[in-house]
């Protein structure tokens, strides 16, 4: 490729060739995915709280047993449900109660991911 600066021809590299690969680490689509997919997650103030409840709780919680978060019971649920949408928790609907748990392991991808960054 050639351009014109003051009169003169020069000739430019290639994009292909001036371009080197950057030394950092990369990330495929898929795992991007994944990934944001749980950060958007527990982006949530009030569904980090639920989480950080369930994922410290020895047993499952019922959903009537979670503490004042600062929204309604409807809102609860839905923040509930994106947590088991993401695959965090998961739920078992017995009678009028739903009871939540988090998910074994559910964290491990993330916490090796952000382990990654900082070695």
């Given at each position: 490729m050639t351009a014109t600066t003051a009169g003169k021809r020069i000739s430019l590299p290639l994009a292909d060739e001036a371009?080197?690969?950057?030394?950092?680490?990369?990330?495929?689509?898929?795992?991007?995915?994944?990934?944001?997919?749980?950060?958007?997650?527990l982006a949530d103030p009030v569904r980090l709280r639920l989480f950080v409840r369930l994922a410290t709780s020895p047993d499952e919680v019922?959903?009537?047993?979670?503490?004042?978060?600062?929204?309604?019971?409807p809102t609860?649920?839905?923040?509930?449900?994106?947590?088991?949408?993401?695959?965090?928790?998961?739920?078992?609907?017995?009678?009028?109660?739903?009871?939540?748990?988090?998910?074994?392991?559910?964290?491990?991808r993330l916490g090796s991911f952000i382990g990654d960054l900082t070695a």
């Open positions: 371009c080197a690969t950057t030394p950092g680490r990369a990330l495929g689509a898929e795992d991007a995915e994944h990934l944001a997919g749980l950060l958007k997650a019922c959903v009537c047993d979670f503490p004042d978060v600062g929204v309604s019971q609860v649920s839905h923040h509930l449900k994106k947590l088991r949408e993401a695959g965090l928790v998961e739920s078992e609907r017995r009678g009028t109660w739903v009871y939540y748990r988090s998910v074994d392991g559910a964290l491990d």
